[in-house]
């Protein structure tokens, strides 16, 4: 392998229904599929999902950056994932792209080779992956119904949004959602970042009789929440204030979160996530893995990636029912809340 050329195709995913979060509503996603072909005639393809309101870069800069991008690709077999790292240099600045041709290379490395990507990351994989469902910023009428639907459908773990402009808003869903679920239900919520730090102290004080599995982003600042933590015993992941190792590498140092949610589109890769999965791991702070409403190409990256997650926790990956039509069938479907790679 030592010529390996690219070319992309953009792509368009619709909605069923807006989807309605605290940073607005989403309707649709679009990407860029990487094609990489080696000189034995080998193929393989990532995806790259721009996704500027929560940490990458916008597509219109993606699709600039590829009109004219130039990779000197190096794969040294015997130190795959540095010398894929140090192949993308040039991406450092674009985590959507950097993702994209991380996946591509990754798959191209396992057939080139007939290696796994299990062999190809040092990483092992668990047979059963727990899904959490997530719900928008509802009615609570529609709140309620969505509950219900999930929970037939089999899921033990629900996330719902929050960041409603009252808060009131907020608790009436939660607590309608809790006393219907009962306790049986792990119940998660995200303020992608909509609190104060005051107002996020007071907050999941009075959440805390609900019994929530963790708060997702109530804050931004790390220094907020490390002041957060200390002000309430109400679990605390955090998401969007991570989007490099250094962000990272600071919250589990300093323990500012109980929780590390990794997105690999967000951070530029199942390469630097799992890097940051065994540092959390030698932390004892617990990984969540989500999706960033991808395509099912990328989105089996996430799937990987929750693969090799530790422990039972539900990760965010059934985001695929939210399109009118993904690029290609769904090789990890989620059945009564689990994807399950017995048979993969």
Known sequence: MKRIDFTCSSYNLKFNKPFDTSK????????????????????????????????????????????TLKLNIRINLKDIESSILESLTPLGNFPALHHGFEQALINLVSKENNISINEILNESSKKNININAVIGLLSLEETLKEAD??????????????????????????????????????????????????DAIEHLNVLKPLNLEYVEQPVNSIVHFIKLKSGTSVPIAVDESIRNMKDAVDFIQKKAADVLVLKPMMLGGIIPVLIIKNLADEHRIKVVITSS????????????????????????????????????????????????????
Do not use: Q
């Open 24 to 67: 607005g509503l989403i309707t649709e996603k679009n990407g860029f599929l990487i094609h990489l072909k080696s000189d034995t005639g080998k193929s393989a393809v990532g995806d790259a999902v721009p996704f500027p309101e929560f940490g990458t870069e916008t597509f219109a800069a993606a699709e600039k950056e590829l009109k």
């Open 149 to 198: 639907k999930f929970i037939k459908d089999g899921y033990s773990t629900l996330k719902l949004k929050a960041g409603r402009d009252k808060f009131e808003d907020d608790f009436n869903c939660i607590k309608a959602v809790r006393e219907f679920a009962g306790d049986k239900i792990n119940l998660r919520i995200d303020a992608n970042g909509k609190w104060r730090l005051n």
């Open 293 to 344: 409403f991808e395509s099912v190409v990328g989105r089996s990256m996430a799937v990987f990636a929750a693969s090799t997650v530790k422990g039972n926790s539900a990760h965010g990956l059934a985001t695929g029912s939210y399109f009118v039509k993904d690029l290609f069938p769904d090789p990890y479907p989620v059945k009564k809340g689990i994807i399950s790679l017995e048979s993969k």
